[in-house]
T-cell receptor, first 110, second 115 residues
Framework: KQEVTQIPAALSVPEGENLVLNCSFT??????LQWFRQDPGKGLTSLLL?????REQTSGRLNASLDKSSGRSTLYIAASQPGDSATYLC?????????FGTGTSLTVIP | DAGVTQSPTHLIKTRGQQVTLRCSPI?????VSWYQQVLGQGPQFIFQ???????GRGNFPDRFSARQFPNYSSELNVNALLLGDSALYLC??????????????FGPGTRLTVT
């Protein structure tokens, strides 16, 4: 069974700092990987989708990379802002479902 | 275009009761998946439906059931509610079940509280 781990569980940074969130998975036979943002008590907002054949995707201040062979993905956030404060989840696509990690809770301090 | 919609937003039920949650996918999306998210955890897969047929089932008891209608909307039913069923129930839609390319879009969720 696919296991997805996200480190760190929580992160607090001052505004303007660049930061990296990590996601690791145990089975490299994935179809894709998707990063989501979740605000407290809310649904998930899709940030980036990386196909299994791709190495990275970029959207604005966000850049996600994928290394299937090592079972790792990173989400890079440039010039963090207080509005970036949320929980970030990575989801690995395999079979008929996505397997989620438990998320990284990010707080950006003004 | 409207996103994925779910109803109701919040729900309070008593142990042993039954509940039905509803989801309308993005227009043109034929696949609907249901997830359960317990506080502090990542979402756990419950079901996937595509073209009105069940295509995947997670590790949940038979008290959980679902169906998809001809307009691709979906219902999730939970019978004999337990306290442990209290969670945020999320619905996700995607264009196809092509595993290599589909991106999932999530609704706002239904918060179920069982007392």
């Amino acid at each position: 069974k696919q296991e997805v781990t996200q480190i760190p569980a929580a992160l607090s940074v001052p505004e303007g700092e660049n930061l990296v969130l990590n996601c690791s998975f145990t089975d490299s036979a994935i179809y894709n990987l998707q990063w989501f943002r979740q605000d407290p008590g809310k649904g998930l907002t899709s940030l980036l989708l990386i196909q299994s054949s791709q190495r990275e995707q970029t959207s604005g201040r966000l850049n996600a990379s994928l290394d299937k062979s090592s079972g790792r993905s990173t989400l890079y956030i440039a010039a963090s802002q207080p509005g970036d404060s949320a929980t970030y989840l990575c989801a690995v696509g395999g079979g008929n479902q996505f397997y989620f990690g438990t998320g990284t809770s990010l707080t950006v301090i003004p | 275009d409207a996103g994925v919609t779910q109803s109701p937003t919040h729900l309070i039920k008593t142990r042993g009761q039954q509940v039905t949650l509803r989801c309308s996918p993005i227009s043109g999306h034929k696949s609907v998946s249901w997830y359960q998210q317990v506080l502090g955890q990542g979402p756990q897969f419950i079901f996937q439906y595509y073209e009105k047929e069940e295509r995947g089932r997670g590790n949940f008891p038979d008290r959980f059931s679902a169906r998809q209608f001809p307009n691709y909307s979906s219902e999730l039913n939970v019978n004999a509610l337990l306290l442990g069923d209290s969670a945020l129930y999320l619905c996700a839609s995607s264009f196809s079940r092509d595993r290599g390319t589909y991106e999932q879009y999530f609704g706002p969720g239904t918060r179920l509280t069982v007392t």
